[in-house]
Nanobody
């Protein structure tokens, strides 16, 4: 079993920055991907950024050039640096961890970008 806990959400004005953190603990052997998703009211949960154990990283087109995903594999941590935030980035952000055997989700952290 893997526990996943996000932190770092909050309120920010357009153009501002936030950094989300996610810690995976427990039986985290065999983690091969750590991802960030988001879900805004009335929309489907969407993949924002992904990072594999092999070093591959990918981003949704809507966040390319603004968001950066990074990991600390020794600590089983994943981060999402979000710059130049826009109101449309407002959502609950979820950390997602894939191991060899299962997929785990955090409880989510709210990010609100307001004028």
């Amino acid at each position: 079993q893997v526990q996943v806990v996000e932190s770092g959400g909050g309120l920010v004005q357009p153009g501002g920055s936030l950094r989300l953190s996610c810690a995976a603990s427990g039986s985290s052997f065999g983690i091969y991907a750590m991802n960030w998703y988001r879900e805004a009211p009335g929309t489907k949960r969407e993949l924002v950024a992904s990072s594999t154990s092999g070093g591959n990283k990918d981003y949704a087109d809507s966040v390319k050039g603004r968001f950066t995903i990074s990991t600390d594999n020794a600590k089983n941590m994943v981060y999402l640096q979000m710059n130049s935030l826009k109101p449309e980035d407002t959502a609950v952000y979820y950390c997602n961890v894939h191991t060899l055997f299962a997929e785990y989700w955090g409880q989510g952290t709210q990010v609100t970008v307001f004028s």
